[in-house]
Each structure stands twice: as structure tokens, then as C-alpha cells.
């Protein structure tokens, strides 16, 4: 799973319970498991600081034992590339293990906690996740991995919002005064089981109704029945309504094919009001997929 700016493998059977910008939890259907949160640092980052705040939090909580403790030998190398301080905590039924890291290269801080059931040893389970963790910060390409997506975005671009829910997926991206969309339509099979992509999209299909003011063409990519369209492309109709909203009519750039191997729809778009970098547009699409 990869999810702005850092990346780790975990269990199959651990899922999402909690997803904001910049923190995560995961249960495995008994409870959590796994919490990390991380933040770009401004200044100097102090470790002795944060434990500090976490000490003065799990004191609030009735029956919970805070302490620091050393880094286990075990993840030493694993956490090799980031100052570290290592921490504990015991409660009434759950146990927590976790560590404060810091990446001086990416100027990146991280928390990352492990609850476990009392008598219960997950430390083989833990020690394989830290050596799966990675720092996306200095990378151009920052990897997008939930919920069965793959993406890769500009590392420029920052998330500006995000929704899973049945049926739709939708990550919004923005630079300034650039936007790109990533969208994922399911079952396919079902939403095109009486018109083609072609229909569905400009009648039936509730997003991107901004892409729908260009000229739609049709189009193979990659052997996968697809829809495209730019600007320099709208109809006049199209320009006049542009015109209504803005002094200038943006840039558009979509593309949406049908992933029949997933039964599924995937789109990717783009809007600025300076000229877009179709290559970029391209990467991303040869690079976005559905496991």
C-alpha cells in the first residue's frame, strides 16, 4: 500500500479502518493493528518533544502505561535511514509498540504504532512491514496504492480531496492552477449493459461533466475501447459556457478507457488555465490500473 509520500506491505488480511491526508489505521477484523501518521517538517524536529505530547496523551487515557524505550536490535537496520525513538505503552486489553522517526533527507516525520492483544507476538509481522517502509518524499513519481488502485502522480502535485465509496473512486490533485482527476467506475459490465462508453458517458455518467463540453472522440488504447478529448476541440457551445465562468476558457485534457479485465472504468483528467503537459497526462494514464 502507498499512500502520499510513503509506502509499506502489510498483511492481506489488514484493511483500512481510518484514511485522512496524512494518517492511516488498519484492523484486522479483531481491531487495530497498525496507526501511522506523518507530517513534512518545518525547523528542527525533536524527538524529545513529540514523545512528550505522547506521554501527556496516553496519561489522559485510565489504565495505560506510557514508557520510552530502546530501539529493538531487530529493527535496527530495518529502520536504518531515519533517526528513531522507540516507545511502549500497556493497557487494561491491548498493548501498543511504536516508534518516532525522522528522515533528515526528506525532512519527513513519522509516527508508527503497533496494538497487539495481550500474550499475542507479532513482532516477525512487524519487523516485515518496517523493512517494507518507504520514504516517497524525494522521489519525482510519488506511488498511489489503496484499495486495489495504482497510480503514479507528480510529486508536485498535492492531494486535494478523495472518496472511496461503491462503485466510484476519486482522487483529485492540484498544482496550481492545474487539477488532475483520477476516477474508477465498477461494475462495468453493469454500467454498460445497455450503451456503449461512448453513451454512458455523456448521459449517464455523473463526473467529469466538465470533459463533456470538448469534442469526444473514440479511440483504441492499448487494445482497450477508450473516449479522449482536448481543448482546442469544443464546440462553440462549449466555449460560450467557459466563457460564462471565467475570463478565459481553461485547458482541458481527458482520457477514459474500459479495463474489461477488471470490469471496470478508469479515467484520468486534467484542467488548467495555462497550456497542459500532455506527456505527464500520458504517464499517468500508462501507469494508472486496478489490481
Not at 488498519?26 to 487495530?32: A, E, I, N, Q, T
Not at 486534467?270 to 489490481?291: F, G, P
Amino acid at each position: 500500500m502507498a499512500w502520499n509520500g510513503i509506502s509499506m506491505q502489510v498483511p492481506s488480511q489488514w484493511e483500512v479502518s481510518f484514511l485522512a491526508k496524512s494518517h492511516l489505521r488498519l484492523d484486522d477484523g479483531m481491531g487495530p493493528v497498525l496507526e501511522v501518521k506523518w507530517q513534512q517538517v518545518r525547523g528542527v524536529f525533536s524527538h524529545k518533544n513529540h514523545l512528550k505530547k505522547l506521554a501527556r496523551h496516553s496519561g489522559s487515557v485510565s489504565g495505560v502505561n506510557f514508557q520510552q524505550t530502546s530501539l529493538p536490535e531487530e529493527w535496527r537496520q530495518a529502520l536504518r535511514h531515519f533517526e528513531t525513538q522507540c516507545f511502549e505503552w500497556q493497557g487494561k486489553k491491548i498493548n501498543g509498540k511504536g516508534v518516532i522517526l525522522y528522515c533528515p533527507a526528506s525532512q519527513q516525520a513519522s509516527l508508527l504504532q503497533f496494538y497487539r492483544q495481550r500474550g499475542v507476538d507479532g513482532s516477525q509481522v512487524q519487523l516485515g512491514v518496517l523493512e517494507s517502509l518507504q520514504d516517497q518524499c524525494e522521489q519525482d513519481m510519488i506511488r498511489w496504492s489503496l484499495f486495489g488502485l495504482n497510480a503514479l502522480i507528480p510529486k508536485s502535485f498535492d492531494l486535494a480531496r478523495y472518496r472511496f465509496e461503491p462503485g466510484h473512486y476519486q482522487l483529485e490533485f492540484k498544482k496550481p492552477p492545474e487539477c488532475i482527476d483520477l476516477e474508477r467506475w465498477a461494475p462495468a459490465d453493469l454500467l454498460l449493459k445497455t450503451s456503449d462508453l461512448r453513451h454512458w458517458f455523456k448521459h449517464r455518467c455523473k463526473q467529469l461533466t466538465w470533459c463533456k463540453l470538448t469534442a469526444i472522440r473514440e479511440q483504441n488504447y492499448h487494445g482497450r475501447p477508450a473516449l479522449y478529448g482536448k481543448s482546442g476541440e469544443s464546440n462553440s457551445l462549449a466555449r460560450r459556457f467557459w466563457a460564462r465562468l471565467s475570463r478565459k476558457s481553461p485547458n482541458v485534457w481527458f482520457r477514459i478507457w474500459h479495463l474489461s479485465s477488471q470490469n471496470q472504468i478508469l479515467g484520468v483528467a486534467a484542467r488548467s488555465s495555462k497550456t497542459l503537459d500532455t506527456s505527464v497526462l500520458e504517464k499517468i494514464c500508462a501507469h494508472y490500473d486496478m489490481a
